[in-house]
Each structure stands twice: as C-alpha cells, then as structure tokens.
C-alpha cells in the first residue's frame, strides 16, 4: 500500500513538473501563435471556431496552430524536455 501511495506521488509531481514545463514554453511564444494553443489545447475548441473567434482564416489558424507546435517541440528539445507535442 505504502509503495503504490509512493507511486502515486511521483507520477503527480511528474506530472505537475511536466505541465508547468508546458505552460512556460507556451508563455514564451508570440501572442498570435500562444492564443491558438490556449484555445485548442486549454479550452479544447475546434480550429474552424478558433478561425470563427479571431475572425481569421481557418487557414491562418492551421497555420499558426502548426508554426506554435513546431516552436514547442524545437524548445523542449533545447531544454531537454521529455513531453509529447503531436
């Protein structure tokens, strides 16, 4: 029981580490490309309503939306980090 409990805590603070990793590289990015990952990823919105909210093209979305991944993946592998940006 002791050890599972101790498993628990470690996966948690892991997790906890991993997340606050995650919110400061996304801090970092520009504005354009930081409000598209917040609203896909933080408030789970589709790409065609976060098109419909900026009013912009959905393709400026899928754009920044991927030049934001692309920056997220390059600075996690720079800091060595060991999260799965799709």
Request: hydrophobic share 40%; charged share 25%; aromatic share 10%.
């Amino acid at each position: 029981m002791a050890c599972e409990q101790f498993e628990w805590t470690d996966k948690a603070v892991l997790q906890s580490e991993m997340q606050h990793e995650l919110i400061s590289h996304v801090r970092q990015l520009s504005y354009k490309l930081r409000v598209v990952v917040i609203l896909r990823y933080f408030h789970d919105y589709a790409l065609e309503e976060i098109a419909d909210m900026l009013q912009i093209p959905v393709g400026t979305v899928k754009s920044r939306h991927h030049l934001a991944l692309k920056e997220l993946r390059k600075r996690f592998d720079m800091t060595g980090g060991d999260v799965y940006v799709h």
